[in-house]
T-cell receptor
Framework: DVKVTQSSRYLVKRTGEKVFLECVQD?????MFWYRQDPGLGLRLIYF???????EKGDIPEGYSVSREKKERFSLILESASTNQTSMYLC??????????FGSGTRLTVV | QKEVEQNSGPLSVPEGAIASLNCTYS??????FFWYRQYSGKSPELIMF????GDKEDGRFTAQLNKASQYVSLLIRDSQPSDSATYLC???????????FGSGTRLLVRP
C-alpha cells in the first residue's frame, strides 16, 4: 500500500512564525498535493506538483509556498503564520487519475 | 454556486437500510468522479471512482453517474453503524489530476 506520511499530527505555532509542514510518499508518485480542510468549507487545494521542482498554485495559495526538491517529498511553507491559517492540512499523492492517497493530516493551531 | 455541491446532512438511516448520498457538479467538462469516506479525526480514504455514465458496483457500494444531469450518487446497501462517517464527493474537471471536493455529507447509521 502507498504510504503518505506527514511529519506532525499536531502543531501549535505563534503568529508570525515560519512553519514547515512535511510530506513524504513511498511509491514514486509524480503528483503531490496540499489541501486544507475547514468545517463547512471542505477540502481546498493550496498547491500541487506534477514533478520534482515543479509547482502550481491551487485555489488558495496566498500566504503559502511549497518546495519539491525530491520526488518523494513535498513541503508546505507558511511564510508568516496567521490565525486564519489554523486548520487541518492534508497532503496527498497520486500516480494517475485513480484518486489520491492521503496522509494522516496535520492539525495546525496558530496562536 | 459551488463547483461540487453536497447536502451536509446528517443523513440518518437505520441499520440494514440503503443510504443514498448525492452530489452535483457545475463543470460539464468534468471527467472523473470519486467518493471518499472520512471518519471523524481521520483523513479521507477512497471508496470508489467512476468515469462513465451508469452504475458501478463494488460490494455494498454502488456509484451512479449521470453526466447529462451533472450528478453522481453513492448508494450503500445494508448500511452498518461502521458506515457512519462523512462522505466526500470529488471531481476532476479535466485531464489534470486535481480534484475538487464537495464539503461532504455526514451519514449516521442507527443500530
Amino acid at each position: 500500500d502507498v504510504k503518505v506520511t506527514q511529519s506532525s499530527r499536531y502543531l501549535v505555532k505563534r503568529t508570525g512564525e515560519k512553519v514547515f509542514l512535511e510530506c513524504v510518499q513511498d511509491m514514486d508518485h509524480e503528483n503531490m498535493f496540499w489541501y486544507r480542510q475547514d468545517p463547512g468549507l471542505g477540502l481546498r487545494l493550496i498547491y500541487f506538483s506534477y514533478d520534482v521542482k515543479m509547482k502550481e498554485k491551487g485555489d488558495i495559495p496566498e500566504g503559502y509556498s511549497v518546495s519539491r526538491e525530491k520526488k518523494e517529498r513535498f513541503s508546505l511553507i507558511l511564510e508568516s503564520a496567521s490565525t486564519n491559517q489554523t486548520s487541518m492540512y492534508l497532503c496527498a499523492s497520486s500516480f494517475t487519475t485513480y484518486g489520491y492517497t492521503f496522509g494522516s493530516g496535520t492539525r495546525l493551531t496558530v496562536v | 454556486q459551488k463547483e461540487v455541491e453536497q447536502n451536509s446532512g446528517p443523513l440518518s438511516v437505520p441499520e440494514g437500510a440503503i443510504a443514498s448520498l448525492n452530489c452535483t457538479y457545475s463543470d460539464r467538462g468534468s471527467q472523473s468522479f470519486f467518493w471518499y469516506r472520512q471518519y471523524s479525526g481521520k483523513s479521507p480514504e477512497l471508496i470508489m471512482f467512476i468515469y462513465s455514465n451508469g452504475d458501478k458496483e463494488d460490494g455494498r457500494f454502488t456509484a451512479q453517474l449521470n453526466k447529462a444531469s451533472q450528478y453522481v450518487s453513492l448508494l450503500i446497501r445494508d448500511s452498518q453503524p461502521s458506515d457512519s462517517a462523512t462522505y466526500l464527493c470529488a471531481v476532476s474537471r479535466d485531464s489534470s489530476y486535481k480534484l475538487i471536493f464537495g464539503s461532504g455529507t455526514r451519514l449516521l447509521v442507527r443500530p
